[in-house]
Protein backbone atom coordinates (compact mmCIF):
# COMPACT_ATOMS: atom_id res chain seq x y z
CA UNK A 1 0.00 0.00 0.00
CA UNK A 2 2.95 2.65 1.07
CA UNK A 3 4.27 1.62 -2.74
CA UNK A 4 1.80 2.17 -4.54
CA UNK A 5 1.01 6.04 -2.38
CA UNK A 6 4.35 6.35 -2.82
CA UNK A 7 4.55 5.96 -6.72
CA UNK A 8 0.82 7.60 -7.16
CA UNK A 9 -0.42 4.48 -8.71
CA UNK A 10 -3.90 3.66 -9.01
CA UNK A 11 -5.55 0.38 -7.19
CA UNK A 12 -8.41 -0.95 -6.32
CA UNK A 13 -9.40 -2.95 -3.06
CA UNK A 14 -11.69 -6.00 -2.34
CA UNK A 15 -11.86 -6.61 0.97
CA UNK A 16 -13.32 -10.17 -0.01
CA UNK A 17 -14.91 -10.17 3.64
CA UNK A 18 -12.90 -8.83 5.82
CA UNK A 19 -14.27 -5.43 6.58
CA UNK A 20 -16.64 -6.84 9.57
CA UNK A 21 -14.95 -6.55 12.87
CA UNK A 22 -16.08 -9.96 13.77
CA UNK A 23 -15.18 -12.74 15.95
CA UNK A 24 -11.65 -13.01 17.85
CA UNK A 25 -9.80 -10.98 16.01
CA UNK A 26 -11.60 -7.65 16.62
CA UNK A 27 -8.32 -6.43 19.27
CA UNK A 28 -6.18 -6.83 15.92
CA UNK A 29 -8.44 -5.77 13.44
CA UNK A 30 -9.02 -2.83 15.42
CA UNK A 31 -5.68 -1.63 15.71
CA UNK A 32 -5.00 -2.93 12.37
CA UNK A 33 -7.55 -0.50 10.48
CA UNK A 34 -5.84 2.47 12.96
CA UNK A 35 -2.37 2.05 11.56
CA UNK A 36 -3.21 1.67 8.09
CA UNK A 37 -6.99 -0.19 7.39
CA UNK A 38 -8.78 2.91 7.07
CA UNK A 39 -6.17 5.41 4.74
CA UNK A 40 -5.93 1.75 2.65
CA UNK A 41 -9.46 1.99 2.06
CA UNK A 42 -9.98 5.14 1.88
CA UNK A 43 -7.45 6.17 -0.55
CA UNK A 44 -8.24 3.50 -3.37
CA UNK A 45 -9.47 4.23 -6.86
CA UNK A 46 -11.91 2.00 -7.14
CA UNK A 47 -13.65 -1.04 -4.62
CA UNK A 48 -15.22 -4.78 -5.71
CA UNK A 49 -17.22 -6.39 -3.63
CA UNK A 50 -18.06 -9.55 -4.03
CA UNK A 51 -21.93 -9.20 -3.01
CA UNK A 52 -24.68 -6.57 -2.90
CA UNK A 53 -23.94 -7.41 1.05
CA UNK A 54 -20.48 -6.50 1.45
CA UNK A 55 -21.00 -3.23 -0.32
CA UNK A 56 -22.35 -2.34 2.79
CA UNK A 57 -19.37 -3.29 4.35
CA UNK A 58 -18.11 -0.17 3.11
CA UNK A 59 -20.07 2.27 4.87
CA UNK A 60 -18.34 2.61 8.29
CA UNK A 61 -15.49 3.08 6.13
CA UNK A 62 -16.67 6.37 4.86
CA UNK A 63 -17.14 4.46 1.06
CA UNK A 64 -20.16 6.01 -0.94
CA UNK A 65 -21.91 2.43 -2.08
CA UNK A 66 -22.34 4.06 -5.45
CA UNK A 67 -18.61 3.96 -5.95
CA UNK A 68 -18.10 0.21 -4.81
CA UNK A 69 -18.87 -2.51 -8.27
CA UNK A 70 -19.93 -5.78 -7.23
CA UNK A 71 -18.37 -8.91 -9.08
CA UNK A 72 -18.52 -12.25 -7.66
CA UNK A 73 -15.76 -14.87 -6.73
CA UNK A 74 -15.22 -17.62 -9.19
CA UNK A 75 -14.64 -21.15 -8.85
CA UNK A 76 -11.97 -23.41 -10.84
CA UNK A 77 -14.10 -25.53 -12.68
CA UNK A 78 -11.13 -27.86 -13.71
CA UNK A 79 -10.88 -29.22 -10.44
CA UNK A 80 -14.66 -29.85 -10.05
CA UNK A 81 -14.51 -32.96 -12.39
CA UNK A 82 -13.41 -35.96 -10.07
CA UNK A 83 -16.55 -37.92 -10.21
CA UNK A 84 -15.21 -41.31 -8.42
CA UNK A 85 -18.09 -41.50 -5.81
CA UNK A 86 -17.07 -44.66 -4.77
CA UNK A 87 -13.52 -43.80 -3.23
CA UNK A 88 -15.63 -40.86 -1.60
CA UNK A 89 -18.20 -43.46 -0.41
CA UNK A 90 -15.62 -45.82 1.01
CA UNK A 91 -14.78 -43.35 4.11
CA UNK A 92 -18.57 -44.16 5.28
CA UNK A 93 -19.95 -46.85 4.00
CA UNK A 94 -23.27 -47.33 1.85
CA UNK A 95 -25.59 -45.38 3.66
CA UNK A 96 -29.28 -46.35 3.17
CA UNK A 97 -30.46 -42.79 3.50
CA UNK A 98 -29.28 -39.20 2.27
CA UNK A 99 -25.92 -37.69 2.71
CA UNK A 100 -25.83 -33.98 3.96
CA UNK A 101 -22.16 -32.46 3.61
CA UNK A 102 -20.29 -30.13 5.49
CA UNK A 103 -17.03 -28.62 3.97
CA UNK A 104 -15.10 -26.07 5.96
CA UNK A 105 -13.15 -25.50 8.85
CA UNK A 106 -13.89 -26.32 12.24
CA UNK A 107 -13.94 -22.30 13.47
CA UNK A 108 -17.26 -21.17 15.16
CA UNK A 109 -17.67 -18.63 12.55
CA UNK A 110 -18.26 -21.33 9.59
CA UNK A 111 -21.04 -22.93 12.37
CA UNK A 112 -20.31 -26.40 12.76
CA UNK A 113 -21.47 -27.08 15.43
CA UNK A 114 -25.06 -24.81 14.48
CA UNK A 115 -24.93 -28.00 11.64
CA UNK A 116 -24.44 -30.75 14.60
CA UNK A 117 -27.27 -29.45 17.35
CA UNK A 118 -29.64 -28.85 14.04
CA UNK A 119 -29.11 -32.65 12.96
CA UNK A 120 -28.87 -34.02 16.39
CA UNK A 121 -32.23 -32.38 16.96
CA UNK A 122 -33.96 -33.72 13.67
CA UNK A 123 -33.42 -37.31 15.38
CA UNK A 124 -36.69 -36.74 17.74
CA UNK A 125 -39.50 -39.13 17.40
CA UNK A 126 -40.89 -35.54 16.24
CA UNK A 127 -38.94 -35.55 13.06
CA UNK A 128 -38.57 -39.70 12.46
CA UNK A 129 -37.51 -38.95 8.84
CA UNK A 130 -33.52 -38.03 9.42
CA UNK A 131 -33.10 -41.40 10.72
CA UNK A 132 -31.46 -43.13 8.06
CA UNK A 133 -29.53 -40.03 6.68
CA UNK A 134 -26.02 -39.16 7.57
CA UNK A 135 -24.24 -35.72 7.92
CA UNK A 136 -19.90 -35.99 6.84
CA UNK A 137 -17.98 -32.93 8.16
CA UNK A 138 -15.15 -32.30 6.19
CA UNK A 139 -12.74 -29.44 6.90
CA UNK A 140 -9.70 -28.88 9.01
CA UNK A 141 -9.98 -28.49 13.04
CA UNK A 142 -9.04 -25.05 14.00
CA UNK A 143 -10.43 -26.04 17.85
CA UNK A 144 -13.45 -27.74 17.75
CA UNK A 145 -13.20 -31.40 16.88
CA UNK A 146 -13.10 -33.00 20.22
CA UNK A 147 -16.16 -30.58 21.27
CA UNK A 148 -18.12 -31.50 18.12
CA UNK A 149 -17.20 -35.19 18.11
CA UNK A 150 -18.15 -35.15 21.69
CA UNK A 151 -21.63 -33.47 21.14
CA UNK A 152 -21.82 -36.83 18.51
CA UNK A 153 -20.95 -39.33 20.84
CA UNK A 154 -23.65 -37.97 24.06
CA UNK A 155 -26.08 -38.22 21.29
CA UNK A 156 -25.20 -41.49 20.41
CA UNK A 157 -25.29 -40.72 16.50
CA UNK A 158 -21.22 -41.95 15.61
CA UNK A 159 -22.72 -44.46 13.06
CA UNK A 160 -24.46 -41.59 11.09
CA UNK A 161 -21.80 -38.67 12.04
CA UNK A 162 -18.39 -39.00 9.82
CA UNK A 163 -15.35 -36.79 10.43
CA UNK A 164 -13.26 -37.37 7.89
CA UNK A 165 -11.00 -34.61 8.06
CA UNK A 166 -9.15 -32.33 5.48
CA UNK A 167 -10.10 -33.07 2.01
CA UNK A 168 -7.80 -32.17 -1.07
CA UNK A 169 -9.31 -30.90 -4.74
CA UNK A 170 -10.09 -34.23 -5.67
CA UNK A 171 -11.16 -35.96 -3.05
CA UNK A 172 -13.55 -32.57 -2.41
CA UNK A 173 -14.88 -32.87 -5.95
CA UNK A 174 -15.58 -36.78 -4.80
CA UNK A 175 -17.48 -35.59 -1.65
CA UNK A 176 -19.41 -33.04 -4.27
CA UNK A 177 -20.32 -35.98 -6.55
CA UNK A 178 -21.42 -38.06 -4.13
CA UNK A 179 -23.14 -36.53 -1.67
CA UNK A 180 -26.65 -35.57 -1.87
CA UNK A 181 -26.97 -32.04 -0.27
CA UNK A 182 -24.64 -29.21 0.67
CA UNK A 183 -24.66 -27.33 4.43
CA UNK A 184 -23.07 -24.24 4.45
CA UNK A 185 -24.02 -23.11 8.61
CA UNK A 186 -21.43 -20.01 8.94
CA UNK A 187 -22.52 -17.07 10.95
CA UNK A 188 -20.84 -14.71 8.87
CA UNK A 189 -19.23 -15.03 5.33
CA UNK A 190 -18.70 -12.39 2.56
CA UNK A 191 -19.82 -15.08 -0.66
CA UNK A 192 -19.56 -19.18 -0.17
CA UNK A 193 -17.52 -20.62 -2.26
CA UNK A 194 -18.19 -24.17 -1.54
CA UNK A 195 -21.73 -23.11 -2.11
CA UNK A 196 -20.88 -21.86 -5.61
CA UNK A 197 -18.34 -25.25 -6.04
CA UNK A 198 -21.21 -27.46 -4.97
CA UNK A 199 -23.58 -25.85 -6.93
CA UNK A 200 -21.36 -26.29 -10.25
CA UNK A 201 -21.00 -30.30 -9.41
CA UNK A 202 -25.45 -29.99 -9.20
CA UNK A 203 -25.90 -30.21 -5.16
CA UNK A 204 -28.78 -28.42 -3.65
CA UNK A 205 -27.70 -26.21 -1.27
CA UNK A 206 -28.71 -25.03 2.23
CA UNK A 207 -26.94 -22.20 3.74
CA UNK A 208 -26.92 -19.50 6.13
CA UNK A 209 -28.62 -16.12 5.20
CA UNK A 210 -24.87 -14.67 6.05
CA UNK A 211 -23.42 -16.40 3.25
CA UNK A 212 -23.60 -13.90 0.35
CA UNK A 213 -24.95 -16.42 -1.90
CA UNK A 214 -28.78 -15.91 -1.82
CA UNK A 215 -28.97 -16.87 -5.53
CA UNK A 216 -29.87 -19.84 -4.44
CA UNK A 217 -33.12 -18.62 -3.60
CA UNK A 218 -33.80 -16.63 -6.79
CA UNK A 219 -33.09 -19.69 -8.74
CA UNK A 220 -34.67 -22.33 -6.72
CA UNK A 221 -31.10 -24.18 -5.93
CA UNK A 222 -31.88 -24.85 -2.32
CA UNK A 223 -32.72 -22.98 0.67
CA UNK A 224 -31.26 -19.96 2.76
CA UNK A 225 -31.78 -19.87 6.09
CA UNK A 226 -30.85 -18.27 9.79
CA UNK A 227 -27.50 -18.61 11.36
CA UNK A 228 -29.38 -20.95 14.26
CA UNK A 229 -29.83 -23.94 15.28
CA UNK A 230 -34.10 -23.62 14.82
CA UNK A 231 -32.82 -22.31 10.66
CA UNK A 232 -30.59 -24.77 10.45
CA UNK A 233 -32.89 -27.35 11.51
CA UNK A 234 -35.84 -26.49 9.66
CA UNK A 235 -33.77 -26.48 6.40
CA UNK A 236 -33.00 -29.90 6.80
CA UNK A 237 -36.31 -30.89 7.62
CA UNK A 238 -37.20 -28.85 4.18
CA UNK A 239 -34.60 -30.60 2.21
CA UNK A 240 -35.66 -34.14 3.25
CA UNK A 241 -39.65 -33.25 2.71
CA UNK A 242 -38.30 -32.25 -0.86
CA UNK A 243 -35.87 -35.56 -1.32
CA UNK A 244 -37.51 -35.97 -4.99
CA UNK A 245 -36.84 -32.72 -5.93
CA UNK A 246 -33.19 -32.53 -5.27
CA UNK A 247 -31.88 -33.78 -8.12
CA UNK A 248 -33.88 -30.50 -9.90
CA UNK A 249 -32.94 -28.22 -7.16
CA UNK A 250 -29.28 -29.30 -8.19
CA UNK A 251 -29.63 -28.74 -11.79
CA UNK A 252 -31.08 -25.45 -11.52
CA UNK A 253 -28.54 -24.09 -9.36
CA UNK A 254 -26.07 -25.74 -11.60
CA UNK A 255 -27.20 -24.05 -14.82
CA UNK A 256 -26.86 -20.18 -12.88
CA UNK A 257 -23.25 -21.05 -11.47
CA UNK A 258 -21.86 -22.39 -15.09
CA UNK A 259 -23.41 -18.97 -16.61
CA UNK A 260 -21.89 -16.39 -14.00
CA UNK A 261 -19.33 -17.85 -11.31
CA UNK A 262 -16.39 -19.43 -14.03
CA UNK A 263 -12.77 -17.66 -13.13
CA UNK A 264 -13.55 -16.67 -17.39
CA UNK A 265 -16.30 -14.69 -17.02
CA UNK A 266 -15.12 -13.22 -13.86
CA UNK A 267 -12.08 -11.96 -15.34
CA UNK A 268 -14.23 -10.32 -18.05
CA UNK A 269 -16.00 -8.64 -15.78
CA UNK A 270 -12.75 -7.69 -13.59
CA UNK A 271 -10.45 -6.52 -16.88
CA UNK A 272 -13.69 -4.34 -18.07
CA UNK A 273 -14.06 -2.33 -14.55
CA UNK A 274 -10.48 -1.67 -14.14
CA UNK A 275 -10.11 -0.56 -18.30
CA UNK A 276 -12.88 1.75 -18.45
CA UNK A 277 -13.63 3.02 -14.52
CA UNK A 278 -10.30 3.29 -12.87
CA UNK A 279 -7.13 3.41 -15.61
CA UNK A 280 -9.85 6.14 -17.93
CA UNK A 281 -10.76 8.29 -15.32
Same mark, same amino acid.
Not at 35 to 41: E, N, W
Not at 82 to 95: A, C, N, Q, R, V
Given at each position: YWAVRYLNKP???????????????????????????????????????????????????GVDPKRVKVIPNGIRTELLF??????????????RGKIFLYIGRLNPIKGPDLLIDAFIQAQSTLNPTLDKDVLVIAGPDEGMGA???SKVAQAGLTSRVYFVGYL??????????? #???? /?????????? %? &???? $? +?? #???? /?????????? %? &???? $? +??????????????????????????????????????????????TDELVHYIEKEILSS
Open positions: YVFSPVGSLPIFGRSKILKTAYNYIIGQALVSHATGYVAVTQKEVLDFLPYFEDKEEFLSKIGSPELKDARAKSQAYHA #CDVL /VIPSRSEAMS %I &VAVE $G +GF #CGLP /VLLTNTCGFD %I &VDEV $G +GGKTVPPTVEGILEGLLFMKSHEAELPEIGRRLKERVTCDFTWDHV
